[in-house]
């Protein structure tokens, strides 16, 4: 196989594992999940990031107005995935006339919401766009607009997109350096925030001590306390997709979401070969994730 579609596969592929793995330890402080407990139902994390490929192929780009009504007629179908409250409202009001770029904004007291809503689902955009920084960022906070309207959010997404864009382009040929990743990392983010945590994965790269990696890093809803979570989890196991998402659930709190960004990154930087079976054939509608990630691919080429 193509080892930049080998790349593509294993970004989707592995952030719906990533979600599945997780979805069984989400709220819990620390954790100790074994590969064994697989079980391949996944959650709203995977079900929008179909979204967003769905969207992203047929409309061969980004369009607004699309991708939102993509994400209410999928929410319809499946609305027990364990959406969150914020998005169900979100479409309720852009069914209702509200324009989709606009809907968002009303949550919160009019500030929106800087959860990771945005970034679970964002890796689509991070391989569509790998070649083109500019693009990939405003298509990122775009998708993102669509539920997430505050900066931090949007950021958030941006982060996730470029962190699987730079894993996907990595030549797994050549030693990887985790502080030239970091380095790419920190040059592209605008809020002190993110650059404070980036900061902060790499002086923890060699810390075996997991209550100070939460402590620290976070492993909450907010975009900035689980995107970086999600590059540390990748970064501190970046030689095995399994032991860089085992550590990412076993993290606990939102665990679903960070198993699934650290899926996505690490299943970009090591294709879908690395992956083990055993997860692939118990993962939920495997094959329809596949080829969403080959079309992907195949405009990618395209562009």
């Known amino acids: 196989m193509d080892s930049l579609k080998s790349k593509f596969i294993g970004c989707l592929i592995g952030s719906a594992i990533g979600d599945a793995l997780g979805r069984r330890f989400e709220g819990h402080w620390l954790s100790d999940a074994l590969d064994q407990e697989f079980m391949g139902r996944w959650t709203d994390d995977t079900h929008m990031m179909i979204g967003v490929a769905e969207s992203l192929i047929e409309m061969k780009g980004f369009d607004g107005e699309h991708m939102a009504r993509v994400f209410i007629r999928n929410y319809e179908m499946e609305p027990w995935r364990g959406y969150a409250s914020g998005p169900p409202r979100v479409f309720r009001m852009i069914k209702s006339?509200?324009?989709?770029?606009?809907?968002?904004?009303?949550?919160?007291?009019?500030?929106?919401?800087?959860?990771?809503?945005?970034?679970?689902?964002?890796?689509?955009?991070?391989?569509?766009?790998?070649?083109?920084?500019?693009?990939?960022?405003e298509v990122a906070e775009a998708q993102g607009k669509i539920t997430h309207a505050h900066e931090l959010g949007l950021e958030g997404a941006a982060l996730q997109a470029y962190a699987v864009a730079l894993a996907l382009q990595i030549d797994r040929s050549f030693d990887f350096d985790p502080h030239s990743f970091l380095a790419n990392l920190r040059n592209f983010v605008h809020h002190e925030i993110y650059r404070f945590?980036?900061?902060?994965?790499?002086?923890?790269?060699?810390?075996?001590?997991?209550?100070?990696?939460v402590r620290e890093l976070g492993h909450g809803i907010e975009a900035f306390n689980?995107?970086?979570?999600?590059?540390?989890?990748?970064?501190?196991?970046?030689?095995?997709?399994?032991?860089?998402?085992?550590?990412?659930?076993?993290?606990?709190?939102?665990?679903?979401?960070?198993?699934?960004?650290?899926?996505?990154?690490s299943g970009a930087y090591h294709g879908i070969e690395a992956i083990p079976e055993r997860w692939r054939n118990g993962l939920e509608r495997k094959d329809d994730i596949e080829k969403l990630a080959e079309k992907l691919w195949e405009i990618a080429k395209g562009f």
């Open 197 to 213: 945590k980036l900061v902060k994965v790499e002086e923890l790269l060699s810390c075996e001590d997991r209550k100070r990696v």
């Open 97 to 137: 006339g509200v324009r989709w770029a606009e809907a968002s904004k009303r949550l919160f007291g009019g500030a929106g919401s800087y959860g990771n809503g945005a970034a679970m689902r964002v890796a689509p955009v991070g391989l569509l766009y790998h070649h083109d920084i500019a693009k990939l960022r």
């Open 226 to 265: 689980s995107v970086p979570t999600a590059i540390y989890s990748f970064l501190r196991h970046s030689r095995s997709f399994q032991d860089a998402v085992l550590y990412a659930v076993n993290l606990g709190g939102d665990a679903d979401t960070i198993g699934a960004m650290t899926g996505a990154i």
